[in-house]
């Protein structure tokens, strides 16, 4: 999937973020938000803020199987990642469907931009290591932020190892965190290393995603 000149240039990369959580700042920082409550992940980046052209690509692979645009996505998030320092992860961690919903759907979106990623960087990606015990309710029907994370609480199950190694766990869209926030938390009850989120999209905390 090839997108033209004119799409490429509206998706412009965020020009400020949060170190912490990448929610869009005027410049690079750390939010006030991360300042008072710090996120259970050490950074985050996403390639683009939500918006038309953001969530039509979202939505085309999310909604309507064009899996093409997992390719488009991922390689937009690796190209916002070149500004990164350091060492990479050591292993790339997509938020998982419920089986469910991932049976419905026949995919998860989350995992087929791992994929792309995973080849661009040269670091493995582990779809098995956790799972997601409970069908929360889509976190796109509310704008809730606090009811947001009381329906992920404890909706996800590490079953692996993870003394010491590093991960990044990866998204198509973070909005409030919830999400990426509670995986974070029962991979550091499984004693994970560094965490980040790499996500593509970044929302505002209180807007719907759908």
Request: no cysteine; hydrophobic share 30%; proline share 0%.
């Given at each position: 999937m090839a997108l033209c000149r004119g799409c490429r240039e509206e998706l412009n990369p965020m020009d400020g973020a949060c170190r912490r959580c990448a929610a869009a700042l005027p410049n690079d920082g750390v939010c006030a938000t991360c300042q008072r409550r710090p996120p259970p992940f050490a950074a985050a980046w996403s390639a683009m803020p939500f918006n038309a052209l953001s969530r039509g690509l979202v939505h085309q692979l999310k909604y309507h199987g064009q899996l093409a645009s997992a390719s488009v996505l991922g390689q937009l998030l690796h190209r916002r990642l070149q500004r990164r320092e350091g060492a990479w992860p050591e292993v790339l961690v997509p938020v998982p469907l419920h089986p469910r919903r991932?049976?419905?759907?026949?995919?998860?979106q989350a995992a087929e931009i791992t994929r792309v990623l995973s080849r661009a960087i040269a670091v493995p990606m582990d779809v098995s290591l956790c799972r997601r015990r409970r069908d929360t309710p889509p976190q796109a029907l509310t704008t809730n932020v606090e009811e947001?994370?009381?329906?992920?609480?404890?909706?996800?199950?590490?079953?692996?190892e993870m003394a010491g190694i590093s991960a990044a766990i990866i998204d198509d869209v973070v909005t409030s965190g919830a999400t990426v926030g509670e995986l974070a938390r029962e991979l550091k009850r499984a004693r994970a290393g560094r965490l980040e989120v790499w996500s593509v999209c970044r929302a505002e905390p209180h807007s719907p995603v759908r």
């Open positions: 991932a049976r419905e759907r026949g995919f998860n947001r994370h009381h329906n992920l609480k404890r909706a996800f199950e590490v079953r692996g």
